[in-house]
């Protein structure tokens, strides 16, 4: 596997907690081809990044975790998700005509005025959509959801987020549900929140993740289980489109041929252009999917 692009779960049996290491580079690089983001939006999609990463560690269904964030400012919208094989996209949308602050600090702000942070579980399997919608607390999107699973699940966790040039690095710990029985390390949870306290963004983004992890947690008793590889990753298809443009019905379609020769639909993910033409029209009514009407 790849040395680029990998998530890294390590359990703590005896104080009932978890970490979750993720590393990414080529993943943020390929985000950041496909459109032109101010720096600060871009810091923060990567940083979106690393959370859906680090959430899809811990989902026992087959699907994706997806993380929005709508709100004031310059940017209007940005979406991250993770599948729970570690296919990976997200896009931000800023308002018309707005300049972003070139501070992440102001950009937050901004945004968290009405803002609000999404997080769906949505399983492929037909298994039940789960989604929880909480207000913009703190001053990031690491206080941000720290305050989330405090909130809705009652589970104390803590993010160091790292961000530049490209690349983003991040660790997560977090309480697991409670157990019934007794901790056999009861002071095992402080000492995980001092010991991530000593690391600061530079040393999350310049030290190899291995070497950091042994440094931070070598004396802990551990389970690290295999890193897992992330990628750049979109679902869309020729046949997905064919079906969203189906359900419009013959009528708008021949409409909309009358227009242009060639329907052009842009993913708004990855970018990928499906071109359809007055000849696909029978195919289009065909692949009509009832009750899809969304590209993913
Ligand atoms: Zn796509």
């Known amino acids: 596997m790849s040395e680029r692009d990998f998530l890294q779960r390590i359990v703590f049996e005896d104080i009932n907690a978890r970490a979750v290491y993720v590393d990414l580079d080529s993943v943020v ?4 081809a496909r459109e032109s983001y101010p720096d600060t939006v871009a810091q923060l999609l990567a940083q979106a990044l690393l959370v859906v990463a680090a959430m899809s560690s811990g989902i026992k269904f087959r699907g994706r975790v997806s993380l929005q964030l709508q709100g004031g400012g310059a940017l209007k919208l ?17 308002r018309e005509g707005a300049i972003a602050p070139d501070d992440t600090a102001s950009l937050w702000a901004m945004l968290g005025e009405s803002g609000v942070l999404t997080l769906t579980l949505d399983p492929c399997d037909g298994g039940q959509r789960w989604q929880g919608i909480v207000p913009l607390e703190g001053r990031g ?7 989330y699973f405090r909130r809705s699940e009652q589970l104390e966790t803590r993010l160091r987020l790292a961000a530049a040039d490209g690349r983003a690095r991040g660790i997560l710990i977090q309480q697991m549900p409670a157990s019934s ?3 056999a390390d009861e002071d095992g949870w402080n000492r995980l929140e001092h010991l991530l306290a000593t690391v600061a963004a530079s040393e999350l983004l310049e030290t190899p993740g291995r070497d950091l ?14 890193a897992r590889a992330l990628n750049f ?12 443009l189906g359900n419009l019905g013959a009528a708008e379609l021949a409409g909309l041929f009358q227009i ?9 993910f990855c970018n ?11 195919e289009l009514i065909e692949s009509a999917a009832p009750g899809s009407d969304s590209l993913h």
Do not use: K, W
């Open 213 to 226: 992890l042994d440094r931070l947690f070598h004396a802990e008793q551990r389970r690290v289980f295999p």
């Open 29 to 32: 690089a390929e985000v950041l």
């Open 233 to 244: 990753y979109c679902p869309c298809s020729r046949e997905r489109v064919m079906a969203l």
């Open 181 to 183: 029985t007794v901790l």
């Open 78 to 94: 940005l979406v991250a998700d993770c599948t729970d094989g570690g296919g990976m996209r997200a896009i931000a949308r800023l």
């Open 260 to 268: 242009q020769e060639v329907v052009e639909v842009r993913c708004q």
């Open 141 to 147: 999107l690491d206080q941000a959801i720290e305050a």
């Open 272 to 282: 990928q252009a499906y071109n359809f033409a007055q000849e696909d029209m029978g």
